[in-house]
């Protein structure tokens, strides 16, 4: 999804995911879960990043001192409350079908 084009967006589910992760990214979304050390190496490889998105139930689980380190790093924090998987549609155009 968008990995190492400029002004992409890239979704993270797992620490596989963050070897993918290249300067271009501009948002990043974490959909299980976000804790320091993946903070850590996405503002380290992601030098363009302006969003980091998480879904309602990982801001739930996310520690509070990772959201400070969030907010500190002057990027915008998005908490999204869409459920379920998005479709293709939704993927790609922003729609709910």
């Known amino acids: 999804m968008g990995y190492g084009q400029p002004g992409k967006k890239a979704v993270i589910s797992s620490y596989s995911d963050l070897n993918r992760l290249s300067s271009s990214i501009s948002e990043v979304h974490f959909r299980k879960f976000l804790n320091s050390k993946m903070l850590f190496e996405v503002l380290e490889k992601c030098q363009n990043l302006e969003k980091i998105s998480l879904s309602k139930s990982a801001h739930s689980r996310c520690h509070n001192s990772v959201l400070e380190k969030v907010n500190k790093s002057g990027m915008k924090l998005i908490i999204s409350d869409v459920k379920g998987r ?10 709910r079908s």
Do not use: H
């Open 86 to 95: 998005p479709n293709m549609v939704v993927r790609c155009w922003g729609g």
